[in-house]
């Protein structure tokens, strides 16, 4: 056993000298693999953590709250029961039975009710709250007092000073009241008297939270039992009608809980940033291996006649193998620990842009505690495992094999043909299974339909490289001379060694093209539909709302031809996916329908826009597929506040990658969202004032930006693509300039005995950049060919449409491959081609 280790370490020692040039390139891979590891792995733990910033209800020891969360059980098959939850963006309340059920608690020391509503002052927006409550955060006064009559309020600092008479806006109607006081805290905030404030809000029999506090002595721990046990008692439930199977019971909120009832948008976009970075980071995580395996067994492969030659003196496959993983082992654990301390960083950085560009909703936490920056020496552990592996892999036929075999080049045989083949059968289908789909299930089916083709061509790249060569040798000996006719004879002979090369440029221009593509398709087609829809000239609108009334004054003014209130939502739609359950959120949008294709056209394809009224929807072209849904239909669908309904379908649209995928009666969903009303006018010779004189306090916009709604993950997704698409390149371009590196330090003995023969170094030159011409342009044409198989079948699923990509963006890959590609050729021939001699070393 110790004469084994003793051979097996100076064998991996003695190569790990001799070859250091071949395991630079395996060290970056390896120290980019783990730092993306890690830093994707540190996202991912820090999301998990996450939680809303407590601020509003600070000094509170809970919080009750409705259930902002829906449920969907099915029963997939053979299997047991599965719930879906998926989180609610507008406010489930609670009702006021439970503010007296809480006071009555033994240990509670208060509980404040508490409103939260949109209110207007002086031309800006802020949030309506009864003074009472102001004390949970706790926001003190610094100056006056706190309001005592119907007409009084506290404002934020900076708003106005004491004394003055300001006008506040709420639900269209403006009211001036007496500021008595100026608190601490956010400025756009105006505290109310309480009844004052649930006048206000709209909802006499409920309350939007209630702030609880403990008396001394009373653990939070002991009350949140009570409390918990008290509601239970009095079997009080959220607000609003729910879906069979979907609890609704109040919710008691401690420690980190208490921010989820002031940020309502923070469970549901830290649920979908999960799923978003699993996503991506699996892609990166397979790529990464792709390139560290390609890398690894690229560097053995140049070494393949020394280890068939210690093979044939006598070394065993045990001893082989333990040399090789030995060599591989030493370099991976010192790039991998590299990685892991720059995951840290890394992480920070991305953090930093997720910041930069608004991807994150208001009050989004993301922590990184102390005992988690260790998390990226496990993923360290498992780059240098994966390292040995590939090693291993890479050696195991000159390991197997008899040592006089062991000194001949294996050629390509019929088994890697037909698995390629296969491979490239699949990844068709996948993709033609992609155009049945819609949404999230078409963009994963295009995604495996990249992989599998990827990796594909990879095991086809010897036969790609003799199919180019067909094509490209005759211009090459046409125009190229000496060098063309060189480059041509080198391409064709050695093909295997030209479908190395390219593969790496195939992977490289196949995944970014995917990644840039399928974003920017969507956000094309949906920028179009959204143009296509416009027709309003003016948009009206006011902080605190428009007044009742205020859309048909608006419609009777001077040369109005038509005009359309309109507001957004979100809605849950429940379905089974395979048999499992599975919530999905789809923007959505309320409309008034009376001249709705003047204003705002969704192109109907079926039914009609104009019986469009409470208790009907009609339904975007894909979700009515989705659903085998028409005109007639009964739908069923949740409203952003977990509420259920059935609606008769009236008709269908095509424009729901801009407009959602449903659309309701303006004043069904008004009473479901918080969200404000804006009203798209299209009108012949009127004038701005002529507007704003039928609705007063108004804002009017001419030319208002085409309605659209966007993604509630699209700032995440583009921010998380750019990173994954730094990542993809960063490999590839290590892949592609090591592959290149390797292959031509590996080709210097050629190069000399080239020279020796006669040839020049000008027609070495040539030809050394027609081949690597060749070896760009075959990598492109077919990584753009890759890719466009799934593209094609994702924009013809969900787009409707060709794959868009920026000519800049195509450019850009196209000059990076070629810049690499050089590179990797030219530099590394430096030695077989300087000097007047050529040189006979390495």
């Not at 920056?373 to 592996?389: E, F, I, K």
């Not at 990844?427 to 089916?445: N, V």
């Not at 090459?476 to 593969?503: D, K, Y």
């Not at 409707?800 to 000519?807: I, L, Y």
Request: aromatic letters at 4%.
């Amino acid at each position: 056993m110790s004469d084994h280790r003793n051979v097996t370490g100076l064998l991996a020692s003695r190569a790990a000298r001799m070859h250091r040039k071949a395991w630079a390139a395996v060290f970056a891979a390896l120290a980019l693999t783990s730092l993306l590891l890690g830093s994707f792995g540190l996202a991912l733990a820090s999301a998990g953590l996450g939680h809303a910033r407590v601020e509003r209800y600070a000094a509170a020891d809970l919080v009750v709250t409705g259930d902002q969360s829906t449920r969907f059980t099915a029963k997939p098959w053979g299997s047991d029961p599965e719930t879906a939850t998926a989180g609610l963006t507008e406010r489930v309340r609670v009702p006021r039975a439970a503010l007296a059920a809480v006071r009555e608690v033994s240990g509670v020391r208060s509980a404040v009710a508490d409103e939260v509503f949109r209110v207007g002052v002086r031309g800006g927006a802020a949030t309506g709250r009864p003074w009472p409550a102001a004390r949970l955060a706790p926001h003190a006064l610094r100056d006056g007092g706190g309001p005592e009559h119907a007409r009084e309020v506290v404002v934020g600092e900076g708003t106005a000073r004491v004394g003055d008479r300001i006008t506040v806006r709420t639900s269209g109607s403006d009211t001036t009241y007496e500021v008595t006081g100026v608190a601490e805290g956010p400025r756009a905030a105006v505290y109310f008297t309480s009844p004052e404030a649930r006048r206000l809000a709209g909802h006499p029999g409920s309350v939007a939270a209630i702030g609880v506090t403990a008396d001394p002595g009373t653990s939070t721990s002991t009350l949140h039992a009570r409390v918990r046990r008290a509601l239970d008692t009095a079997d009080l439930k959220s607000v609003g009608h729910r879906a069979d199977g979907d609890g609704a019971g109040l919710r008691v909120l401690t420690g980190n809980g208490r921010g989820g009832a002031e940020f309502l948008q923070v469970a549901p976009a830290r649920a979908g940033m999960l799923a978003l970075l699993a996503s991506v980071a699996a892609t990166v995580v397979l790529i990464a291996l792709l390139v560290v395996s390609s890398t690894i067994v690229q560097a053995l492969q140049q070494r393949s006649r020394e280890l068939g030659l210690l093979r044939a003196v006598g070394a065993t496959p045990r001893q082989l193998r333990g040399a090789v993983g030995r060599e591989a082992g030493r370099v991976a654990v010192v790039a991998a620990l590299v990685g892991a301390v720059a995951a840290i960083p890394a992480f920070a950085g991305l953090r930093a842009l997720l910041d930069a560009r608004g991807a994150m909703p208001p009050g989004m936490e993301l922590p990184l505690p102390l005992w988690l920056l260790p998390a990226p020496l496990v993923t360290a552990g498992l780059t240098v495992l994966a390292a040995r592996l590939a090693a291993l892999i890479a050696c195991a036929r000159t390991a197997k094999v008899r040592p006089a075999e062991a000194l001949r080049e294996a050629s390509p045989g019929t088994a890697r043909k037909v698995t390629g083949l296969v491979l490239l059968f699949l990844g068709a289908s996948s993709a033609g299974t992609a155009t049945l789909q819609r949404g999230e299930t078409a963009a994963a089916a295009a995604g495996a339909a990249a992989v599998v083709l990827v990796i594909g061509c990879a095991l086809l790249g010897p036969w790609i490289a003799e199919g180019a060569m067909r094509v490209l040798g005759a211009p090459m000996r046409r125009f190229g001379g000496p060098g063309g006719h060189l480059a041509a004879a080198n391409c064709t002979a050695s093909a295997r060694r030209l479908g190395a090369a390219i593969t790496p440029v195939v992977l490289v221009t196949a995944f970014v093209l995917v990644q840039l593509s399928a974003g920017t398709t969507m956000t094309h087609a949906a920028g179009a539909q959204a143009r296509d829809a416009a027709r309003a000239d003016f948009a009206v609108t006011a902080e605190g709302g428009l007044a009742e009334g205020t859309l048909e004054r608006v419609r009777r003014a001077p040369g109005v031809r038509a005009a359309t209130a309109v507001t957004r939502s979100t809605v849950v739609l429940a379905r089974r996916e395979t048999g499992s359950p599975r919530l999905d959120r789809v923007p959505a949008l309320g409309v008034t329908p009376g001249g709705l294709a003047r204003t705002l056209d969704p192109g109907v394809r079926d039914g009609d826009l104009g019986k469009l009224r409470p208790g009907t929807v009609a339904l975007g072209r894909d979700q009515a597929r989705a659903l085998d849904a028409g005109p007639g239909s009964t739908v069923t669908v949740r409203f952003g506040d977990g509420i259920e309904a059935r609606l008769r379908v009236v008709a269908t649209y095509d424009r729901e990658l801009a407009l959602g995928g449903f659309l309701f009666s303006h004043e069904q969903l008004l009473g479901h969202t918080s969200a404000p009303t804006r009203i798209l006018v299209t009108a012949t010779g009127t004038t701005p004032a002529a507007l704003r004189a039928a609705a007063p306090g108004a804002r009017v916009e001419a030319n208002p930006a085409p309605e659209r709604l966007e993604p509630e993950d699209r700032a995440l997704g583009e921010v998380v693509t750019v990173a994954a698409l730094g990542a993809i390149g960063g490999f590839t371009v290590i892949a592609v300039l090591s592959t290149l590196c390797l292959i031509t330090v590996g080709r210097r003995p050629e190069l000399s005995l080239l020279r020796l023969a006669g040839a020049g170094r000008s027609q070495l030159r040539r030809m050394l950049g027609l081949e690597a011409a060749a070896s760009a342009l075959t990598g492109l044409t077919v990584g753009a060919a890759v890719a466009s198989v799934p593209l094609l079948a994702f924009s013809a699923a969900v787009a409707r449409t060709v794959p868009h990509v920026a000519a800049s963006q195509a450019g850009l890959v196209a000059l990076v491959i070629a810049a690499t590609t050089a590179a990797g050729t030219f530099p590394p021939a430096r030695r077989a081609l300087r000097g007047r001699y050529p040189s006979q070393g390495r």
